[in-house]
């Protein structure tokens, strides 16, 4: 876990969509952003084009690590996703959300896994890298283990890359620990977000350090499984996400010493 460097550490763009969606906006996001310390964003939720935000970020001196396509674009036009990393200026992206695919159905979790090995292929063709993104429900019961672990089991290591996030393996009733553990060599992405409990028991996204995760065994095990970027998001904030995702990066800093 010391040998990472705040230079590891990026913001999750998502986490900021409301204040991404003009040239301007962004501009001013990227400089709040940079300010604060981050070194490298991951684009997603911008309503510029990946032209106009490769600019912004390098006027910034912002790092791409990664973005979030579309899942259509990446399983149907894998390589004008592909075209649209090369535009932004990073190599990397992860399929963001199973969007009308009904994990109960033993052909459809087939048809996906299938779907992301064969744009996998295209992405390694092309100079890229494609993960899979999780929330809880791929942790669904699918034979015996979960839609996730099937995921991951029926795809080539070399096609299909893991971009776990740590909210929502907890959400899932799983372990980021047991899962780094299980995708290494093949996590170069990691989602830090915090999990917390409201007094009336419902489950809530927190700052790092704010929150119920073992963050120091979670980094240790990520660096393990040779995790290159760590990204900050935080779905929803409970107050201005600028002062949340300076919550986050300060705790970051503190706890890698850099």
């Given at each position: 876990?010391?040998?990472?460097?705040?230079?590891?550490?990026?913001?999750?763009?998502?986490?900021l969509?409301?204040?991404?969606?003009t040239?301007?906006?962004?501009?001013?996001?990227?400089?709040?952003v940079?300010?604060?310390?981050?070194?490298?964003?991951?684009?997603?939720?911008?309503?510029?084009?990946p032209?106009e935000?490769?600019?912004?970020?390098?006027?910034?001196?912002?790092?791409v690590?990664?973005?979030?396509?579309?899942?259509?674009?990446?399983?149907?036009?894998?390589?004008?996703?592909?075209?649209?990393?090369?535009?932004?200026?990073t190599?990397?992206?992860?399929?963001?959300?199973?969007?009308?695919?009904?994990?109960?159905?033993?052909?459809?979790v087939?048809?996906?896994?299938?779907?992301?090995?064969?744009?996998?292929?295209?992405?390694?063709?092309?100079?890229?890298?494609?993960?899979?993104h999780?929330?809880?429900?791929?942790?669904?019961?699918?034979?015996?283990?979960?839609?996730l672990?099937?995921?991951?089991?029926?795809?080539n290591?070399?096609?299909?890359?893991?971009?776990?996030?740590?909210?929502?393996?907890?959400l899932?009733?799983?372990d980021?620990?047991?899962?780094?553990?299980?995708?290494?060599?093949?996590?170069?992405?990691?989602h830090?977000k915090d999990?917390?409990?409201?007094?009336?028991?419902?489950?809530?996204?927190?700052?790092?350090?704010?929150?119920?995760?073992?963050w120091?065994?979670?980094?240790?095990?990520a660096?393990?499984?040779?995790?290159?970027?760590?990204?900050?998001?935080q779905?929803?904030c409970?107050?201005?996400?600028?002062?949340?995702?300076k919550?986050?990066?300060?705790?970051?800093?503190?706890?890698?010493?850099?």
């Open positions: 876990m010391s040998s990472y460097k705040l230079s590891n550490v990026a913001i999750q763009l998502y986490t969509r409301d204040f991404c969606k040239v301007p906006d962004l501009e001013k996001t990227a400089k709040k940079k300010k604060i310390g981050y070194k490298a964003v991951q684009a997603s939720g911008l309503g510029v084009s032209s935000a490769k600019k912004v970020f390098a006027d910034n001196g912002l790092t690590c990664a973005t979030h396509e579309s899942g259509d674009l990446i399983l149907k036009s894998p390589n004008e996703a592909c075209e649209r990393l090369h535009q932004i200026g190599t990397h992206t992860a399929y963001p959300w199973p969007a009308g695919i009904d994990f109960t159905n033993k052909a459809a087939q048809a996906l896994a299938k779907g992301l090995n064969a744009a996998g292929k295209v992405f390694v063709k092309n100079g890229c890298t494609l993960s899979y999780n929330h809880a429900l791929e942790f669904v019961r699918f034979g015996k283990a979960t839609v672990d099937y995921i991951y089991e029926s795809t290591p070399d096609y299909v890359k893991a971009e776990l996030d740590t909210y929502w393996v907890q899932g009733g799983g980021s620990v047991a899962w780094l553990n299980k995708v290494k060599g093949r996590a170069p992405l990691l830090l999990y917390g409990v409201t007094p009336d028991q419902k489950a809530t996204y927190m700052e790092i350090g704010r929150g119920n995760l073992d120091k065994a979670i980094l240790a095990a660096k393990k499984a040779g995790t290159k970027w760590l990204i900050v998001e779905d929803t409970p107050g201005d996400p600028f002062d949340s995702i919550i986050s990066y300060n705790y970051l800093a503190g706890l890698l010493g850099k």
